[in-house]
């Protein structure tokens, strides 16, 4: 896979931690950058740990499923990006209150909730020939950029950009898939 497709990858597998992060400076006002690199760098961390914990998953049963790789990672890419463009017009639920102090744990599991699909992409990155910490750090260092520039920007801009860079996300997800099946067939 080329730098370039992991590079589209990694900020593919951040739009929905940029989409929460909007919702979140929405909900604060004035956010201090400080905040929102804690945020960022909380993000990332976890999304940067969990396709490393997908691939190796992946690479377990990867003998298993050598001749369907291909078919493995457009499925699973595919199906995420469908998904992610599916619930990019889905309406917002607003569930959390509107103070600027939210507590460690929450923070943690919206991040980890937003991450699943990096576990899966890092399960798909297993029957393709990727260096998985490349692979991982780009999309760390994608989600804590995006998260800190969604944390800063969401009082100004609200929740429909969030929307839209889910839905071009999922696109990107779609994409790379294919590609890979492309790559692999053709």
Not at 39 to 68: D, K, N, Q
Not at 162 to 175: D, Y
Request: charged residues 10%; glycine residues 10%.
């Amino acid at each position: 896979m080329s730098i370039f497709a992991l590079i589209l990858l990694a900020f593919a597998m951040s739009t929905d931690a940029f989409a929460a992060a909007i919702g979140k400076g929405v909900k604060i006002k004035n956010p201090r950058f400080s905040f929102a690199i804690k945020v960022g760098f909380t993000f990332g961390l976890i999304e940067a740990t969990t396709p490393i914990v997908g691939w190796i998953i992946g690479r377990a049963a990867s003998s298993y499923v050598e001749a369907w790789d291909h078919w493995i990672a457009l499925i699973i890419l595919t199906g995420l990006g469908v998904y992610m463009v599916f619930e990019s017009f889905q309406p917002a639920i607003d569930d959390e209150s509107k103070t600027q102090k939210q507590s460690f744990i929450l923070l943690c599991v919206t991040a980890f909730g937003t991450s699943i699909d990096a576990m899966a992409v890092g399960a798909s990155l297993a029957f393709v020939d990727v260096n998985i910490m490349t692979a991982s750090g780009l999309i760390g260092l994608a989600t804590f950029l995006m998260v800190t520039i969604g944390i800063m920007l969401g009082s100004l801009m609200g929740s429909l950009i969030g929307k839209r860079a889910e839905t071009f996300g999922g696109v990107i997800l779609i994409s790379v898939g294919m590609w890979i099946f492309a790559t692999h067939t053709l």
